[in-house]
DNA sequence: CAGGCATACTCGTATAGACGAGTGGGCAAG
DNA sequence: CTTGCCCACTCGTCTATACGAGTATGCCTG
């Protein structure tokens, strides 16, 4: 069993009030932050640092949690715990619907993920009629029943994004919407075949931390919140023509928005 | 020691290859979803949970600290563990800086609280000059040092969210921006006094979990990501003017967007 | 009646020990 | 040399115990 090597990590303070299982996370903490650990390398294992500080196994496991805790390490078993790299974030940028992205065959997801040289794949694509929940029924102004369009986005291999679409049926049913496929430029691009030309967005965005669900749909490390983001599409009649409900990875995202300062 | 209501929660299943302790949190967490504790309620303690499924104190803390890193629950010394009451949120729309609203006297924080019958309060104001970072020289067009504006904003006496303005100090200094009062419209108004018409607003988004600073100034409970939001103002010039850089408490926000579709 | 204290309950911290299970390297057998 | 096994090391789970500290309640004292 090697010991540490000295001056990596201090001593405790028997004399501070802070617990010991937080000194010992703020010394990680601190280690991290100034590099000295740096991207996916492994910590001290519990076992050299019950040696170091000579505590109990229990209490650095305690320490291990707080990191865990704010996304700054991960453990996997067998190996070590490690600190948690940051992976390549996805820029949305607000001119993502723009029509002149909307020309291409292939998904707005596929085209920005092959240029910034990742490997995109999209998943579990499951397209049905249901029921519509209270919210999306009163985003989309009263309706019963809805098209429900559901799918997953990896980018090299990782979940990073999961989405549901909602549409009236009057609107998709019997259409390419309806179908697993919807065809060059997405479903955007069908609505306004059909007619329905889109005005503006409103998009809606909040934070969380993951349901269990979540976290085994994107497989998100401990410690990495979730993007919720509402966006309802409006024609330029001012109605409501598509709801779209997505979770982000939040560690794998930066939103980009544009406001107009009139 | 009054036992447990029976039927409120389950057994546990000794066959099943599932932690014991995510058991009890899976039939906690289920029990919350269906309402059977409400927000704000208090759940079995510890010692009820002991007795109820015949398992070692930490087994049960252990659960516990899973709902809590959901932000589902958060304990009080002394008291017991509660329900995480969802606050308030605070809505805030794209159209939030436009001139229109600049004319009061009030900051926007201020005359929107108060017309959703908050008290919002605004604290620890400081201004000065430093050397700006690395990033907001970057978005600032290569400046070395800048005029620092910190506050932190409070709700009903909760802090949801700290902010810190950054201009370049060839625009600021000098000028009623680095007083502690900006004057009636803000920054935003004296700027375009100062012949800086703005012209957009550039807002990147990310979450992720706190760092225990920000859980210290936000008094954020465990579970409860921040929202960082980092706001570059430009004139009608193409320069940018302002680096707003804002830390929220997720769980009193939601941010919204209009984006034109075209 | 008011104030203060004792007490029982709550969660917080820490110890010591046990066994299980995933990982990887080294060694021995083929 | 290759295969396969064993073993050492890793984290995961769970028990049992102890003491500390914050909170609320009720009783007792003044």
Redesign the interface.
């Known amino acids: 069993m090697p010991s540490l090597p000295s001056g990596l990590l201090g001593d405790l303070d028997p004399t501070s009030d802070r617990a010991v299982f937080r000194q010992i996370a703020?010394q990680l903490?601190e280690a991290i932050d100034r590099g000295r650990f740096k991207e996916g390398e492994k910590l001290p294992s519990e076992a050299e640092l019950v040696d170091h500080y000579g505590v109990s196994r229990?209490t650095v496991r305690n320490s291990f949690?707080v990191l865990q805790?704010?996304?700054l390490v991960h453990a996997e078993h067998g190996k070590g715990v490690f600190v948690r790299p940051r992976p390549p974030v996805r820029r949305l940028a607000?001119?993502r619907?723009?029509?002149r992205h909307r020309e291409q065959g292939k998904s707005a997801f596929t085209v920005e993920a092959e240029a910034a040289g990742s490997h995109p794949q999209v998943d579990g694509l499951e397209v049905k009629e249901e029921k519509a929940s209270q919210d999306v029924s009163a985003r989309l102004g009263s309706v019963r029943r809805v098209l429900a369009r559901r799918r997953r986005y990896l980018l090299d291999g990782r979940p990073v994004e999961f989405a549901t679409s909602y549409l009236p049926l009057d609107i998709a049913r019997g259409t390419q919407i309806a179908e697993p496929n919807p065809g060059p430029g997405g479903i955007y691009a069908r609505l306004e075949e059909l007619g329905h030309r889109?005005?503006?967005?409103?998009?809606?965005?909040?934070?969380?931390?993951?349901?269990?669900d979540e976290v085994r749909t994107l497989r998100l490390a401990?410690?990495?919140?979730?993007?919720h983001l509402i966006r309802t599409?409006y024609d330029t009649e001012g109605r409501a023509v598509e709801v779209c409900d997505t979770v982000m990875a939040?560690?794998a995202?930066?939103?980009?928005?544009?406001?107009?300062?009139?």
Chains 1, 2 share one sequence.
């Open positions: 703020d903490r229990m949690s805790g704010e996304g607000s001119d619907f723009a029509r889109l005005d503006h967005f409103e998009e809606e965005i909040r934070a969380r931390m993951p349901s269990p401990s410690g990495v919140p979730v993007i599409a939040a560690d995202y930066v939103l980009s928005y544009q406001l107009p300062a009139t």
